[in-house]
């Protein structure tokens, strides 16, 4: 049985997700509204908050769908793969994780054909918006400029630092309001630095394009002070490093700026240079959420709401792929409380699951957990880890894959301990 087609879908947000959403739920409903708090020109602005992105297949799909994918994928890096650099007893080691046919988008170039698609399909978007109140009874949302918006469906995609969720913290009879607050983890400061000479030999350099650097150590000259540093080689539209700087809440800016220039400044032509790429770089906390989904009536918090800033955006493509697991859902049922209601109990459930390790690891605690499924995945039992290319398989679906996880989490601790326990038995047999 299909579902009566009704009248409004408001979305709050207009970042990938939000315009993803919109692009697919458009036939769905008479009319669409997107309210995004930043003004036209910030929103499309060509550099500022801006970071790659790596779209797995299951976005890649989804993104074909609606007709944006030839424009995003016009321009784009190969990413063939990443490589972890590790200090052990003073001595830095390589860890790679390479695969074929992966490229990486700029943020900002995606928003650009996703707006661009908006405007031709007459979707509007309200700039410098901001959300006053939510009726979850009585599905009406009140807008700064526009006022009272009745709503048969509201998605909350606006990101961390989320409008929907403050509002939805304060009315969900079910779960406390300190389950919807943000706990902080680190700052963060992103900037770019042309790709060229010893900078490119060393971060993008080479036909095998391990286009990601994650330095999980601080400084060796610095080792008690929180720096750690990502960097992404773009060689579309021009070739760039993006470089993406975690440090700690006792670190003051200017000290982050003597640390930075302490690394970067061999690898550049002149202090100018390094100054002038710095000065055009953006700041941003490091945060996380309880939970990245909850819905409360007619009113859907979406999977990447209030996740953190990830560098190659594996949570922008959870967000993408539980945007795409909803519409599945929602197209299926017949009636909306109902899709609502499935999607939590499955995807929902599923995305809070992921939630305790994307926390565990901003405070980089997943160690044994990654190594011991990459351990009994090269032994053939389990798959890849999620944080790594486990997202980026062809058959990618977010309630199997995670109910795989749950089961390879079990199966990985066994393997380890079993393969500690045949050691010891070794031992005490000779």
């Not at 994918?69 to 190969?78: A, C, F, K, L, P």
């Not at 490119?200 to 080479?206: H, I, L, P, W």
């Not at 992404?232 to 003597?258: H, N």
Request: aromatic share 14%; with cysteine.
């Amino acid at each position: 049985m299909t579902m009566k087609k009704p009248t409004s879908l408001v979305i709050v947000g207009s970042g990938p997700v939000g315009m993803v959403a919109a692009l697919m739920f458009k036939q769905h409903f008479k009319k669409v509204i997107l309210l995004e708090r930043q003004s036209k020109e910030s929103f499309l602005r060509t550099h500022g908050f801006t970071f790659p992105i790596v779209f797995s297949p299951a976005s890649i799909k989804i993104l074909k769908e609606i007709g944006v994918w030839e424009g995003i994928s016009s321009q784009r890096s190969e990413f063939f793969g990443v490589v972890i650099h590790k200090r052990i007893f003073g001595r830095e080691f390589r860890f790679t994780s390479s695969r074929e046919g992966v490229y990486s988008h700029w943020r900002n170039h995606a928003i650009t054909k996703l707006y661009e698609r908006m405007v031709e399909l007459g979707i509007p978007i309200h700039f410098n918006a901001r959300v006053e109140s939510i009726d979850f009874q009585g599905n009406v949302c009140r807008e700064s400029n526009l006022g009272e918006i009745p709503f048969d469906l509201l998605l909350g995609a606006d990101g961390i630092n989320s409008q929907t969720r403050g509002l939805m913290a304060k009315a969900h009879p079910e779960f406390e309001e300190n389950q919807f607050s943000l706990t902080f983890l680190d700052n963060w400061y992103a900037y770019r630095l042309p790709s060229e000479g010893v900078m490119r030999e060393k971060f993008s350099g080479g036909n095998r394009f391990l286009a990601s650097n994650v330095f999980v150590d601080n400084l060796a000259d610095h080792p008690s002070e929180k720096f750690r540093i990502v960097t992404t080689g773009m060689r579309q539209p021009e070739e760039e490093i993006s470089i993406l700087i975690k440090y700690g809440a006792d670190v003051s800016f200017p000290r982050l700026k003597y640390l930075n220039e302490s690394y970067f400044g061999r690898f550049v032509e002149s202090k100018q240079e390094l100054d002038a790429a710095w000065e055009a770089g953006y700041a941003g906390k490091f945060e996380q959420a309880y939970a990245p989904t909850f819905h409360l009536n007619n009113v859907l918090l979406i999977g990447d709401a209030a996740h953190g800033f990830e560098s190659t955006g594996d949570l922008i493509n959870l967000g993408i792929a539980s945007i795409g697991s909803f519409y599945e859902i929602f197209t299926r049922q017949s009636d909306l409380a109902g899709a609502l209601k499935e999607y939590d109990n499955t995807v929902g459930e599923d995305l809070r699951f992921y939630a305790g390790f994307s926390y565990r690891r901003s405070k980089e605690k997943v160690a044994f957990e990654i190594g011991s499924i990459e351990f009994a995945g090269w032994l053939g039992i389990t798959k890849r880890h999620p944080t790594l290319f486990g997202i980026y398989e062809d058959d990618f679906e977010i309630s199997s894959y995670m109910k795989a996880y749950k089961k390879d989490i079990l199966k990985s601790r066994l393997v380890v301990f079993g393969f500690i326990l045949a050691i010891i038995l070794l031992i005490l047999v000779c």
